[in-house]
């Protein structure tokens, strides 16, 4: 059942997020591709489950699931789009289209595959002990994310009032588990 909801949640997220990116507004459309909240929806995802197996699991599951949901709207089964005589098949259509989409979504669900485990670990990691490092790992991608997009292109990408929201952000987040480390109680 938690397997589930993570993986609905995910869904959720990527359409969520997907809808957020407009041309129209540079401040919208970076908000839209912020990664960072996808970390925290596997490190959820493994805070949630029972073993680290579940939990791994748990976390790709997420993040593959809101990949699938943030580029939804790509997936097309118009023969006219795909290249396709009218004349095709629904199956052939199906198959089409469905092909092209995971071709084209294929370098991001590696990396869902990747940072979901990951994430999904560290949240079981913080679940069980919380850990100082696995809590300091979410609130990470907050803070590097902006500063990694500035070393990849040169420069800061949209407005600067966004990314340092984003910053107070993982600033805020990292508050939260210095509070919140103190060790679990057995019953």
């Given at each position: ?38 970390a925290v929806l596997a490190f959820g995802a493994g805070w949630a489950q029972r ?53 084209f979504i294929a370098p991001w669900v590696a990396v869902a595959v990747g940072a ?26 907050f803070v590097v994310e902006p500063v990694a997009w500035r070393v990849y292109v ?34």
């Open positions: 059942m938690r397997l589930a909801l993570s993986a609905l949640a995910g869904v959720l997220l990527g359409l969520f997020m997907s809808s957020l990116p407009t041309p129209s507004d540079v401040g919208t459309f970076w908000v839209g591709n912020f990664s960072a909240p996808w073993s680290r197996l579940w939990a791994g699991i748990g976390g790709m599951g997420a993040e593959v699931a809101c990949v699938a949901g943030f580029y939804a709207q790509f997936l097309v089964f118009d023969p006219d789009r795909l290249g396709l005589p009218r004349s095709t098949t629904p199956l052939t259509l199906v198959e089409t289209g469905l092909s092209h989409w995971l071709w979901g485990v990951v994430y999904g670990l560290l949240g079981r990691w913080w679940g069980q002990s919380r850990s100082t490092v696995a809590g300091v790992a979410i609130a990470l991608p040169g420069f800061g990408q949209g407005p600067l009032v966004v990314w340092l929201v984003e910053i107070a952000v993982g600033i805020t987040l990292l508050g939260w588990v210095l509070m919140a480390r103190r060790p679990l109680t057995r019953r």
